[in-house]
């Protein structure tokens, strides 16, 4: 009977380990009250398990972009190319920039006591405008909407370009696990924009037209110069240049 006690725990203890190397780590999501506390794992560190984790994720679109590629002997699809082709899951630019921007100003309301002493009295200015209650797109406040336009506002200021590339390769990734599990289609998508495009976002400087000008930036010529183009026209036709009238004449030599 011991005898048979001592075999029935060695099978137990085979089975338990089994079961220990079968689990899915990638699988485990840490609360979110915890968050903060995490490594900060760079998404421009080489050496984060996340960030090798999303360099060799390809997301499912490509796999079958690639195997309808083989398919067809490589033949190319007519047509403009989308902007972002790749992505599994078509979410609109200012979807993602909502929950990124969002997720920043959460945390900047927090933090921004932390950087107050370090920072210029305009740029204390930008921060408690930014944090105040007008400060996120709604209805009756200067944005409506997470649009170009209020894109273009914040990162046009300096303070908010370093102190939001600071928060995303500290605390992006951390952040969007309270979204998304890692190594899904979601992750590859809001990350993937977050890291090639929102984080190197430069303003794009409003193109007025051309009618809208004042008088002041859209100068006529003045008259010295319209008398100058009538000089040499007379001349260039071979008149006299008393067939110039006297009255120009006179304007010119003042």
Same mark, same amino acid.
């Given at each position: 009977?011991?005898?048979?006690? /001592?075999?029935?725990?060695?099978?137990?203890?085979?089975? $338990? !380990?089994?079961?220990?190397?079968?689990?899915?780590?990638?699988?485990?999501?840490?609360?979110? $009250?915890?968050?903060?506390?995490?490594? $900060?794992?760079?998404?421009?560190? %080489?050496?984060? &398990?996340?960030?090798?984790?999303?360099? #060799?994720?390809?997301?499912?679109?490509?796999?079958?972009?690639?195997?309808?590629?083989?398919?067809?002997?490589?033949?190319?699809?007519?047509?403009?190319?989308?902007?972002?082709?790749?992505? %599994?899951?078509?979410?609109?630019?200012?979807?993602?920039?909502?929950?990124?921007?969002?997720?920043?100003?959460?945390?900047?309301?927090? #933090?921004?006591? /932390?950087?107050?002493?370090?920072?210029?009295?305009?740029?204390?200015?930008?921060?408690?405008?930014?944090?105040?209650?007008?400060?996120?797109?709604?209805?009756? &406040?200067?944005?409506?909407?997470?649009?170009?336009?209020?894109?273009?506002?914040?990162?046009?200021? !300096?303070?908010?370009?370093?102190?939001?590339?600071?928060?995303?390769?500290?605390?992006?990734?951390?952040?969007?696990?309270? *979204?998304?599990?890692?190594?899904?289609?979601?992750?590859?998508?809001?990350?993937?924009?977050?890291? *090639?495009?929102?984080? #190197?976002?430069?303003? !794009?400087?409003?193109?007025?037209?051309?009618?809208?000008?004042?008088?002041?930036? /859209?100068?006529?010529?003045?008259?010295?110069?319209?008398?100058?183009?009538?000089?040499?026209?007379?001349?260039?036709?071979?008149?006299?240049?008393?067939?110039?009238?006297?009255?120009?004449?006179?304007?010119?030599?003042?």
């Amino acid at each position: 009977m011991k005898h048979e006690n /001592n075999d029935d725990k060695e099978t137990q203890d085979s089975i $338990n !380990q089994q079961q220990d190397q079968n689990v899915d780590y990638k699988s485990i999501i840490i609360p979110d $009250n915890v968050w903060v506390a995490w490594p $900060n794992y760079s998404s421009m560190d %080489p050496n984060s &398990n996340l960030f090798a984790l999303n360099q #060799n994720y390809i997301p499912s679109s490509e796999k079958e972009s690639q195997a309808a590629a083989g398919s067809q002997g490589g033949k190319k699809k007519r047509g403009r190319r989308p902007l972002r082709p790749f992505d %599994p899951i078509k979410k609109k630019t200012e979807e993602k920039d909502k929950y990124w921007l969002r997720s920043f100003r959460s945390y900047m309301k927090f #933090n921004y006591p /932390n950087i107050e002493s370090t920072l210029t009295d305009e740029e204390k200015d930008f921060w408690l405008d930014h944090l105040g209650g007008n400060g996120k797109p709604d209805k009756g &406040n200067r944005f409506l909407s997470y649009g170009k336009k209020y894109k273009d506002y914040l990162f046009s200021h !300096q303070t908010f370009v370093e102190q939001f590339q600071s928060w995303f390769s500290n605390y992006g990734q951390c952040e969007l696990v309270k *979204k998304c599990k890692p190594e899904t289609d979601l992750w590859f998508v809001y990350y993937d924009y977050a890291s *090639k495009e929102l984080y #190197n976002y430069t303003p !794009q400087k409003e193109k007025i037209p051309e009618q809208q000008l004042s008088e002041v930036e /859209n100068i006529e010529k003045t008259q010295e110069q319209i008398l100058e183009e009538m000089m040499r026209f007379y001349m260039s036709m071979g008149w006299a240049y008393a067939n110039f009238p006297l009255e120009n004449q006179n304007k010119k030599m003042l």
